[in-house]
């Protein structure tokens, strides 16, 4: 997953998550929440570098139809009117994948840390988990021609992705509270890509034990990855 584990400390990074439940940081167990005091107090510390990422949801837009003007019409009618209420929208080029991330950001929450660490770089959480998916598909896609579909949970939200070879075939994140809502999206999303379970992949990032246990019952190729 992006920036998680004991490598960001080591290389003295620090990375910090925002979501409309607060403040999240990173530290050797992983991702720990903390309020905003707390990370007053933690940002008081000298670091080579520091990454705020959204953990709002995330929508991604073929590059070659991206225009500027339209990105809020599309950001709301993917999550709704009151989606970007108190935010501010974002956007991301992935050039390896010709897509854009577009993900809103709490201003006050940009305004906190530009205000310790100027140079802090902001990037949404779920293009950097999509980035990750690409990465491990750049092997994948050598050993089998394949589909492969990703799901990863985080919070109340899940995101899915898929590649078919290295081309990215769909992307998304979806408001999913419950392991049923999870198990919903993740199998219509492979039933909508026609994926096939004799031969294609989905892989499960994280420790949803839940759903992989439902995930189990429908896909035979289930793989998860920590």
Same mark, same amino acid.
């Given at each position: 997953?992006?920036?998680?584990?004991?490598?960001?400390?080591?290389?003295?990074?620090?990375?910090?998550?925002?979501?409309?439940?607060?403040?999240?940081?990173?530290?050797?167990?992983?991702?720990?929440?903390?309020?905003?005091?707390?990370?007053?107090?933690?940002?008081?510390?000298?670091?080579?570098?520091?990454? !705020?990422?959204?953990? &709002?949801?995330?929508?991604?837009?073929?590059?070659?139809? &991206?225009?500027?003007?339209?990105?809020?019409?599309?950001? *709301?009618?993917?999550?709704?009117?009151?989606? %970007?209420?108190?935010?501010?929208?974002?956007?991301?080029?992935?050039?390896? %994948?010709?897509?854009?991330? !577009?993900?809103?950001?709490?201003?006050?929450?940009?305004?906190?840390?530009?205000?310790?660490?100027?140079?802090?770089?902001?990037?949404?959480?779920?293009?950097?988990?999509?980035?990750?998916?690409?990465?491990?598909? *750049?092997?994948?896609?050598?050993?089998?021609?394949?589909?492969?579909?990703?799901?990863?949970?985080?919070?109340?939200? !899940?995101?899915?992705?898929?590649?078919?070879?290295?081309?990215?075939?769909?992307?998304?994140?979806?408001?999913? *509270?419950?392991?049923?809502?999870?198990?919903?999206?993740?199998?219509?999303?492979?039933?909508?890509?026609?994926?096939?379970?004799?031969?294609?992949?989905?892989?499960?990032?994280?420790?949803?034990?839940?759903?992989?246990?439902?995930?189990?019952?429908?896909?035979?190729?289930?793989?998860?990855?920590?």
């Amino acid at each position: 997953m992006p920036a998680t584990g004991s490598k960001s400390l080591v290389d003295n990074i620090l990375s910090i998550r925002i979501s409309a439940d607060g403040f999240s940081f990173c530290d050797l167990q992983g991702w720990k929440h903390v309020d905003e005091r707390e990370l007053r107090k933690l940002l008081k510390a000298d670091y080579r570098q520091v990454r !705020l990422l959204s953990d &709002y949801p995330s929508t991604f837009i073929p590059l070659d139809e &991206y225009r500027t003007e339209h990105e809020e019409v599309i950001y *709301r009618l993917t999550f709704g009117d009151d989606s %970007l209420k108190g935010l501010s929208l974002c956007h991301e080029a992935l050039p390896p %994948l010709d897509v854009v991330a !577009l993900y809103p950001l709490s201003p006050e929450a940009r305004d906190t840390v530009l205000s310790l660490f100027p140079d802090v770089t902001v990037q949404g959480f779920y293009a950097q988990t999509l980035l990750y998916c690409y990465s491990n598909e *750049r092997s994948e896609a050598k050993a089998s021609q394949a589909s492969r579909l990703y799901v990863s949970t985080e919070g109340s939200l !899940l995101f899915v992705c898929a590649f078919n070879g290295q081309t990215l075939s769909f992307a998304n994140t979806f408001s999913a *509270r419950g392991t049923a809502d999870r198990l919903y999206f993740a199998l219509s999303s492979w039933r909508q890509l026609r994926l096939d379970e004799k031969k294609d992949t989905l892989f499960l990032l994280g420790k949803d034990n839940e759903l992989r246990e439902g995930l189990q019952r429908f896909i035979p190729n289930l793989r998860c990855v920590s």
